[in-house]
Structures are given as C-alpha cells and as structure tokens.
C-alpha cells in the first residue's frame, strides 16, 4: 500500500491540477499538492475509475470516475467556494476534468 501510494503521489507531480479561478486551472507539481491537500476548503478529486481508486489512492480523496457517464452532472453538484486538487494516473483524465469543472464554474 505505501508503494502504491508513493507511485500515486510521484503520478501527482505530473498530473495535479489545482483550480485556481472560475476561469482558469493550472498543473502544480507533487509539493505543492501535498501543501495544499491540508488547507481549509480544499477537497481531493481522484477521477479516476473505480477498480483504480480501489487499488490505491490519497487518504480523504474522493472518487468522481471522469469516464462515468455522469460525471458532469456530479461536477456540477460539486460546491464553488472549494479549491479542487484533481489527479489521475496519468494527466489527460484530470485535465479534462479540471477544464470541464473550469467550464461548469467549479
């Protein structure tokens, strides 16, 4: 499980993406992730699918499968005065999912 969650939060520098206006993302590498997982109102999206989450992910991440078919409308349930760090396995889920929650206004 540590072996897991160490490749997790390598794959994290180079797929994180932090919200940082309604407008725009950016990439941020895995320290400053890890510094911003703890801070208030920040909420971890893993979006990957389920057996992944299942073989390891980051403690309190929640899971939101970016190939789920309702995964729009779970992005726009999602609350606007949070700051989302949203990771993958390998970068094209999470920026999708970032850009799309860029769109809905999250």
Do not use: W
């Not at 490749?7 to 180079?14: A, G, K, N, V």
């Not at 994180?16 to 801070?39: H, L, P, R, V, W």
């Amino acid at each position: 499980m540590k072996n897991q969650l160490a490749l997790l939060l390598l794959l994290i520098s180079f797929t994180a993406c932090s919200q940082t206006t309604t407008t725009s993302y950016k990439n941020i590498d895995q320290k400053i992730f890890a510094e911003m997982m703890t801070g208030k109102d920040v909420v971890i999206l893993d979006v990957r699918t389920p057996g992944e989450y299942s073989q390891g992910h980051i403690p309190s991440a929640l899971l939101v499968d970016y190939t789920n078919p309702d995964f729009a409308a779970n992005v726009e349930a999602l609350d606007k005065n949070k700051t989302y760090l949203v990771y993958c396995a390998s970068g094209k889920r999470s920026s999708n999912a970032s850009a799309l929650m860029t769109k809905k206004g999250v």
